[in-house]
């Protein structure tokens, strides 16, 4: 399976954990429902009528995510103007013109995607556009204010392959479910996090599928025995959002 390799990075993240009300929480990697919205970006799909989720879930299109650097997170106060009341006069309200909400951040925010597709037209034009540095949209890292930058790392034929009862090196964040009984031995050095990921997400916005994920919060590769991986020469990888019974 033919997969683009690329990264994308920033100063500043913020992917909001459905969870979390007055205080925005954020996940520790950008779930595959947003690098959706960064694939679109960079294709200038059009977000009318959510149409680029209609254009990449008909392609098939399928995640994988590594962070590259450690997770690092912040919490700032963030100064929203003050709606309550549903209208903003600011001289005629006692509780001032705006509210500050806690909110957290990641910090330095670095990941590597892997992106493969069955519609070939449309992969042909994402490998290069990204391959040029072309992007029809202003990439983030889930805020608008969050500008982010990305930079192509090469295409590769991976093979998908399946354990052969034995811990291995996996260079991206995997769904808990592939993971084999006993199947993540200790290993010095390594600080792994779970956390419940937004997959897929249908045309009407709204999330049909989570997966509880593993992810080496170092940024450094995960050792495990799973049920099945893609290889290409030094990657071993997997798509969070790709569906298949377990054997």
Known sequence: MKTLVFELWGE????????????????????????????AAILGLSKENNEYLKILNEAK???GIR???PVKKT?????LI???????VPKSRKEGARTQIRTEFLRNAHFRLFVSMENKELYE?????????????????????????????????????????QAITIHTAIPLHLVRPDGIPFTEGKYYGKERLPVEMNEERVVSSYEECLIEMKGQEIVADIEWYWESGPYRFVFLNEKEEVR
Do not use: D
Not at 14 to 30: A, G, M, Q, V
Not at 126 to 138: A, D, G, M, S, W
């Open 12 to 39: 500043w993240g913020h992917f909001r954990k459905y969870y979390s009300t007055s205080s925005p929480l954020t996940f520790s990697i950008i779930p595959p429902t947003a690098a959706m919205g960064v694939v």
């Open 61 to 63: 299109t399928l995640i």
């Open 67 to 69: 962070p590259c650097s």
């Open 75 to 79: 919490a700032l106060g963030l100064n």
């Open 82 to 88: 003050n709606t309550k009341g549903k209208v903003w």
């Open 125 to 165: 034009q994402l490998v290069e556009q990204v391959k040029h540095h072309r992007t029809y949209y202003t990439l983030s890292l889930g805020l608008s204010e969050n500008v982010a930058n990305f930079a192509y790392v090469g295409e590769i034929e991976a093979v998908k392959k399946y354990s052969v009862g």
